[in-house]
């Protein structure tokens, strides 16, 4: 599976959109970019998964670049509970599940 | 509420002791994963089980072991316990067996404190 870099950390103020970037420049043709957040010591939360496309869903949006080499998850209106680690992991298209988390993006919401 | 429930949510015991934590997975869903967290390691990868059969491994130490049963619940089992092995461990649960097939579900995780 393709390795991931995210910044370590990132803040932006309560209302505006949190724009997380990730960097995957070895991802293959059959490997998804899938982004987790972990608020504080819970349990890793699903938010949104893509292969090509930008995708959207209730939580967020992602945009990947067309060479799918990055990608940007979107939070179009943060709010304090969404200060959490942001995770960016690729994942092969058959592969087992086997999350590789990384160290993520330390997000923190300011009020 | 994710729908996976894991016990006990915090245990305490003493090195060289054995452990068993305990996973029910979503309704429905037939794979069941260990992750271990650390301070000093992040989320780790440990193993899956699909349907009461081991399907991947990780980095798991031969101390540890785990099982799916046919109710589809699973335990990990931690033996000889070390200060090293304190951290939480988290189950998760999908339907399927493979990234294509959906989200990982994780539960709110067990805390275990080695003295």
């Known amino acids: 599976d393709a390795k991931t870099t995210q910044p370590p950390s990132m803040d932006c103020a309560e209302g505006r959109a949190a724009n997380l970037p990730c960097n995957h420049s070895t991802i293959s043709g059959n490997e998804y970019v899938y982004w987790y957040r972990q608020i504080h010591s819970q349990g890793p939360q699903y938010i949104i998964h893509g292969l090509k496309n930008n995708e959207t869903n209730e939580m967020a949006s992602l945009i990947i670049t067309e060479d799918r080499k990055s990608s940007t998850l979107i939070l179009p209106h943060a709010t304090l509970r969404d200060t959490a680690v942001y995770y960016c992991?690729?994942?092969?298209?058959?592969?087992?599940?086997?999350?590789?988390f990384g160290s993520g993006t330390r997000l923190l919401v300011r009020p | 509420d994710s729908g996976v429930t894991q016990t006990p949510k915090h245990l305490i015991t003493a090195t060289g002791q054995r452990v068993t934590l305990r996973c029910s997975p979503r309704?429905?869903?037939?794979?069941v994963y260990w992750y271990q967290q650390s301070l000093d390691q992040g989320l780790q990868f440990l193993i899956q089980y699909y349907n009461g059969e081991e399907r991947a491994k990780g980095n798991i130490l031969e101390r540890f072991s785990a099982q799916q049963f046919p109710d589809l619940h699973s335990e990990l089992n931690l033996s000889s316990l070390e200060l090293g092995d304190s951290a939480l461990y988290f189950c998760a649960s999908s339907v399927g067996v493979r990234a294509d097939t959906g989200e990982l579900f994780f539960g709110e995780g067990s805390r275990l404190t080695v003295l």
């Open positions: 309704s429905g869903d037939l794979s």
């Open positions: 992991i690729v994942l092969g298209l058959d592969s087992s599940y086997k999350l590789i």
